[in-house]
């Protein structure tokens, strides 16, 4: 009788620990599998907030520029209040994504060059003085706008694809 029992209780024993093990290891991928998920969720969401920005500031320096524009070549009050409004509208466009930005992304070199790009981009307001002022503070908005986009580019790269320290070029 206990050579029946002894083999059948280490069966029973092995088949538990088996279970648990099995059990574990399936966790783990689970685990896993979130956490993967969950990173490619803040990824979307932080390049999402990126692009939103960028496109935001970039119709700003638009209509900005069309204002601006539009006041140096004397128009009409009516076309520069319309024109007024949809840079007022453009404007406010920007507060959603730089927030979403702000929250997402703590990275420095990131978040400084979205403020330059912003600044700069309000700043088209005040270069309504001459042709030249205006078209130096769009060329200078287009600059911060592209050295936001490289920036923020070279943050989201995945790690896997980043070149290694000796490889990157200088900013």
């Known amino acids: 009788m206990l050579t029946v029992l ?5 069966a029973v024993v092995a088949t538990l620990l088996g279970a648990i093990v099995s059990g574990r290891f ?18 979307r969401d932080r390049l999402e ?18 204002r601006g524009d539009a006041t140096l070549a004397g128009a009409g009050t009516e076309r520069i209040e319309v024109l007024r409004s949809e840079s007022h509208t453009t404007r406010s466009a920007i507060t959603r994504p730089l927030v979403a930005l702000r929250v997402l992304i703590e990275d420095h070199a990131v978040r400084a060059a979205a403020d330059q790009m912003v600044t700069l981009a309000y700043a088209l307001r005040g ?8 078209t130096a503070a769009r060329e200078a908005a287009k600059d911060a706008h592209d ?18 320290s000796e490889q990157e070029s200088p900013r």
């Open 6 to 10: 002894v083999p059948a209780s280490l």
């Open 26 to 43: 399936q966790e783990r991928a689970a685990e896993r599998q979130i956490r993967v998920t969950h990173g490619q969720t803040i990824r």
């Open 49 to 66: 907030a990126v692009t939103a920005l960028a496109c935001a500031a970039s119709d700003h320096c638009t209509a900005m520029w069309r």
């Open 127 to 134: 270069a309504y003085a001459s042709t030249e002022d205006l």
């Open 147 to 164: 050295t936001f986009v490289n920036t923020a580019a070279h943050y989201l790269r995945p790690a896997s694809t980043r070149p290694t």
